[in-house]
């Protein structure tokens, strides 16, 4: 046989491994990958898109699905485009259809609405949602009247019947909140603007805000619509009444379908700065906002990831569903202080951030700050150290004296509820007139006042001026005769003198025919007193006299009681008297027989008995007389000249007796 015509055993074996080789090769081939669809609204590349697709694509393929993903864009910008939009999306849906497409992530409003709108979802294909809202309104719009275009607002958890194999996460907008918000620091407010532009989002917003709308009949909903027109944006705006504030949704298109400058909401802003500007999207807080109740904006990427990663182990997608992002009452604190809003004003749980923190410019100082910083907790520590001595020093004595803190402790309870009461008092007297000075300034401000309007009201400013200032001055002196910080100059006067002197002083506050009389029972008298003091006794019962006299005189009397030791001053009028079981009242601080009728803070008696009391002796009112009124002032004769110069307050006894009439 010929060797060349044998089959050697070698050449059977490596046939035989080729013929079995394409079938090894396939059973070792990777399974058909899927395609996870990513469309943007914007172009993928910004800061938050960008931020989302790079989490997502970690969380993918840390997760092991066997997926490709691809990012298409809608690049979107005017309302006028969502015909575009919709048709974009029908095709990029179509066309990975043919890719084993298992998921659809839709990032951006725009991208959202286009794809509910377009109603069509793919079998089998879940669909999530990212950096979108809870509302929206059904597109396309209409060609023809985009400008005019209010649409119904609709929402989407609401949808669920219609969008089945969805999910995602989804920003929610609480106008009430924000409504709540603004009447609470400004409970006049009778108008809100609403400021959106001329993006979905801001149509959408709108759509909600009017549905949102219905609840509060009281307010005038006023939109500042970028639609409309610049020009139109800011006659609306510029011409919002004083009791307004706005509330701030988006503005980042034009009516033209151009983006917005950096300045052009400052520059709208501007044309009414007095109205408090307020956010429900977070825009513009730490610029021109104030803050608001806005949405704690979430990147949604893990969640989505691990909604696909749950369809993928266990075939089911009937559970996916949304998750809306928590809000939070959020602030500028910079523009707290401009609009005078202190932080104790704001809700519960609210958020204050330094939005502006410019502090590059010290960057040199800090080395020094921190070693003043140092210094400055030595000096704390060995500060802290005495008074841990002194509080040591002070419990033993404190111990030794039980009794007296005891005794202490009543009196300062009591003065407590006194200082609760004055600061009562004083801050509903204070803000009597202060409101008067306000509404009248800003009424004066407006320019279609004719000039006795505005006179009119000038001399009402005035004269609450002068009130609140009598106020003021009336609360400091008897704060400082209280705490004995007012010097009382003891000197021999002549009281006669003293009285006429007063008398004329006095003589414009009577009224016009009332008229003013000085009965002495002597010429002369030298009397050991604070002249400063007894004319200020004189001048308020004087003046007190003068208010509720129309007719008849008021007669500023003298008698020296020798039997006593005191000199009696009276003030008697003709005027309606007071009744005898207020007589005792009317020396009560803020205390006003006729309300607030007649001019006066409702002090000037308590200042006179304080007075009184300090120098030893009584003021009452004279309950025999029934002509009107009469003041009795009793003044000892004699006082010990080591007197002068001396501080006045201290603990008097007040003499409640009755006391003889003149």
């Not at 809003?341 to 700050?369: F, N, Q, R, W």
């Amino acid at each position: 046989m010929n060797r060349n015509n044998v089959i050697k055993p070698g050449w059977v074996l490596l046939c035989f491994c080729m013929l079995l080789a394409p079938l090894f090769v396939h059973s070792q081939e990777t399974p058909e990958r899927e395609s996870i669809l990513i469309i943007s609204s914007y172009n993928p590349d910004t800061r938050r898109m960008a931020s989302f697709i790079t989490e997502f694509e970690q969380q993918i393929l840390a997760s092991g699905i066997p997926c490709d993903i691809y990012i298409e864009t809608l690049e979107s910008k005017g309302i006028a485009d969502a015909a575009l939009w919709m048709s974009l999306i029908d095709n990029m849906i179509t066309r990975y259809e043919n890719r084993s497409l298992r998921a659809i992530v839709l990032l951006g409003q725009e991208a959202w609405a286009s794809f509910v709108s377009l109603g069509r979802i793919p079998e089998g294909v879940m669909c999530f949602s990212g950096f979108a809202s809870s509302n929206g309104v059904m597109l396309p719009p209409p060609p023809d009247s985009l400008q005019t275009w209010k649409p119904r607002s609709v929402e989407y958890q609401g949808m669920t019947d219609s969008l089945k194999a969805v999910g995602g996460m989804l920003n929610r907008y609480n106008i009430r909140r924000n409504v709540e918000l603004i009447r609470s620091l400004y409970p006049q407010v009778e108008n809100i603007a609403l400021i959106t532009d001329n993006t979905y989002g801001g149509i959408s917003l709108q759509a909600l805000v009017r549905e949102e709308w219905k609840n509060y009949p009281d307010l005038n909903l006023v939109l500042v619509d970028s639609r409309e027109g610049d020009e139109a944006v800011h006659e609306t705006y510029a011409s919002l009444p004083p009791r307004s504030a706005v509330m701030l949704g988006t503005w980042r298109v034009g009516s033209d379908g151009e983006y917005f400058m950096q300045r052009s909401l400052n520059d709208l802003v501007q044309s009414n700065p007095r109205i408090p500007v307020f956010s429900i999207t977070r825009t513009s807080i730490g610029d021109v906002a104030i803050g608001g109740y806005v949405p704690e904006y979430e990147n949604g990427a893990p969640l989505i990831a691990a909604q696909i990663k749950k369809y993928y182990d266990t075939g089911k997608i009937d559970d996916v569903r949304f998750h809306t992002s928590k809000n939070i009452y959020l602030f500028d604190s910079r523009k707290l202080k401009d609009w005078k809003i202190a932080e104790y004003a704001l809700p519960k749980g609210s958020v204050v951030e330094d939005a502006i923190a410019t502090k590059l410019s010290k960057y040199s100082h800090y080395i020094e700050l921190l070693v003043l910083g140092i210094l400055l907790l030595v000096v704390l520590l060995l500060v802290v150290t005495w008074l841990l001595l002194r509080v040591q020093r002070l419990k033993r004595t404190l111990e030794e004296r039980e009794e007296q803190l005891v005794v202490a402790r009543e009196r300062a309870e009591e003065s407590d509820m006194l200082k609760s009461a004055f600061l009562a008092n004083m801050s509903h007297e204070i803000r009597t007139p202060l409101n008067a000075i306000v509404g009248f300034s800003s009424l004066m401000q407006s320019e279609e006042l004719s000039q006795e309007e505005r006179a009119e009201y000038c001399a009402i400013v005035v004269n609450n001026s002068e009130m609140l200032l009598t106020l003021l001055n009336d609360i400091l002196d008897i704060s400082s005769l209280e705490c004995g910080k007012i010097r009382f100059n003891y000197a021999s006067e002549e009281i006669v003198q003293l009285c006429q002197h007063v008398l004329m002083t006095t003589a414009h506050t009577r009224q016009e025919g009332v008229e003013g009389r000085l009965e002495c029972a002597v010429d002369s008298f030298m009397l050991t007193t604070d002249a400063h003091r007894l004319s200020q006794i004189l001048i308020n019962l004087l003046t007190n006299a003068g208010k509720f006299t129309s007719e008849g005189s008021i007669t500023l009397g003298v008698v020296v009681d020798e039997e006593h030791n005191e000199v009696l001053f009276s003030v008697t009028d003709t005027g309606p008297g007071i009744p005898l079981d207020k007589q005792e009242m009317v020396f009560n601080r803020f205390e006003k027989l006729d309300g607030n009728k007649k001019k006066g803070t409702g002090l000037g008696l308590a200042i006179c008995r304080q007075i009184a009391m300090i120098v030893g002796g009584r003021i009452w009112v004279d309950p025999t007389y029934t002509g009107g009124a009469r003041f009795i002032f009793a003044h000892p004769i004699g006082l010990d000249s080591g007197r002068e110069n001396r501080e006045g307050g201290g603990d008097f006894d007040y003499l409640s007796s009755a006391s003889p009439s003149i």
